[in-house]
């Protein structure tokens, strides 16, 4: 059976976040309308091939950096270096195939501050055909994809990490801590891990081996407790954010 979580919608739950805690730099992979950043309030780097945007997102922003164009060519750009970027947030919801979600945590990581957190959405389905990897049946509801992957695969190759389920409805939110921007192990074992994983179907895994990888964490309780894995990355509501410094 599956694990549906049932919790506070991911939606309130980002916005809440954003609301109450203050990041520094925040990374946004797959914006659509830009619903979920338009009410961050720090540095916010939004990426997504097709924006459909037409609501205020700079709100109280000090700067919105917009890519219309996919994560990988992003991540390729040298932006985030060139600005020397230390990510405080990042929400990863861009092309729900694993090898996309997994480049793009590769990416993030290594930009990352070292108390920073990634949050990755949809990897928690709720049934199997929202799993599919045929971009020809994706489903009019919920597509997640295959990202459920994500949560062996960095269970198994990264075990440093620290791994906090959320039952935030629809399909989950994961939120990755303990980051380490200058590991290369899944970089070095990415191909292996997609050889491994790509043509794997959640059946195939096994859904009772799936579900006992992870308990969830209450989203309204996790957010009443004042969002506490992600307070050691906030800055005090007082805090001049760090100029932007862009380097040659
Ligand atoms: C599920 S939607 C995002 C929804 C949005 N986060 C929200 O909650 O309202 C997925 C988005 O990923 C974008 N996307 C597709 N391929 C992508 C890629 N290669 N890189 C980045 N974003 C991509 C799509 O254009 C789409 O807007």
């Not at 540095?43 to 037409?54: C, G, H, M, Q």
């Amino acid at each position: 059976m599956f694990k549906q979580a049932k919790g506070l919608k991911y939606t309130a739950f980002m916005s809440a976040l954003h609301r109450d805690l203050l990041f520094d730099w925040y990374l946004e992979v797959g914006c659509r309308t830009g619903r979920i950043f338009a009410p961050a309030r720090g540095k916010t780097i939004a990426v997504d091939p097709f924006f459909r945007a037409e609501a205020n997102i700079i709100g109280k922003k000090p700067a919105l950096h917009v890519f219309q164009q996919t994560s990988d060519a992003f991540f390729a750009s040298g932006f985030l270096k060139a600005l020397k970027v230390k990510l405080s947030f990042s929400f990863l919801d861009g092309m729900h195939l694993c090898e996309f979600l997994l480049r793009d945590f590769i990416a993030t990581e290594k930009a990352s501050d070292l108390k920073g957190v990634i949050a990755l959405h949809d990897c928690c389905p709720f049934d199997h055909a929202m799993t599919t990897r045929d971009l020809s049946a994706i489903p009019k509801q919920a597509w997640t994809g295959d990202v459920w992957k994500l949560i062996p695969i960095l269970m198994e190759h990264r075990p440093d990490l620290r791994l906090t389920v959320l039952d935030a409805a629809p399909t989950g939110l994961v939120l990755v801590s303990g980051l380490d921007p200058k590991s290369r192990v899944l970089e070095r074992n990415y191909a292996q891990i997609v050889a491994r994983y790509a043509d794997l179907t959640l059946d195939a895994f096994g859904l009772d081996r799936f579900n006992a990888l992870f308990d969830y964490t209450d989203t309204a309780q996790f957010m009443a407790a004042g969002f506490p894995l992600l307070q050691p990355v906030a800055l005090p509501e007082t805090a001049a954010l760090t100029p932007e410094k862009i380097t040659p």
